[in-house]
């Protein structure tokens, strides 16, 4: 069986801590790592505001995860979203080869701003 890339975002309910929320955080790469997938890519993404309010919550913390796994892991891995109350919403989607090369763009073009010093008024006048 050959391997896929997925992604997935998911939104833990806000009313955790900061300690509560990576607990969630690990349980779900924990599981993924138990059934045979490796992790290539994770993104904090913090405390946003929802578009829409969801269990009466209008905030949650954002998370994004990618690997890449066998088919058959994606069910088990859903399946715990759905019992797990502190989960908002969530969402996996199969990376083909463009969403991939976007995905690790992105990231490129993130890096690249965090690492380019600021510059002062004075030198980008010059």
């Known amino acids: 069986m050959s391997r896929n890339r997925y992604e997935t975002v998911f939104i833990i309910t806000p009313v955790l801590s900061d ?4 607990e969630v955080v690990k ?8 059934k045979g997938a490796s ?9 946003r505001k929802l578009a ?23 069910l088990p891995y859903e ?7 502190r989960i908002i919403r969530f969402l996996t989607t ?4 463009g969403h991939t090369e976007y995905a690790e763009g992105r ?13 002062t008024g004075a030198e980008a006048q010059a």
């Open 107 to 119: 990231r490129d073009r993130e890096t690249e701003r965090r690492e380019k010093p600021k510059q």
């Open 19 to 22: 300690e509560q929320t990576k």
């Open 27 to 34: 349980k779900f790469k924990t599981l993924l790592k138990d």
């Open 52 to 74: 829409y309010p969801i269990q009466k919550k209008s905030t949650g913390f954002y998370y994004l995860v990618e690997f890449e796994a066998d088919p058959d892991t994606i």
């Open 79 to 85: 399946t715990e979203f759905r019992r797990d109350e």
């Open 39 to 47: 992790i290539t890519h994770e993104e904090n993404w913090g405390m």
């Open 94 to 97: 199969r990376m083909d080869k």
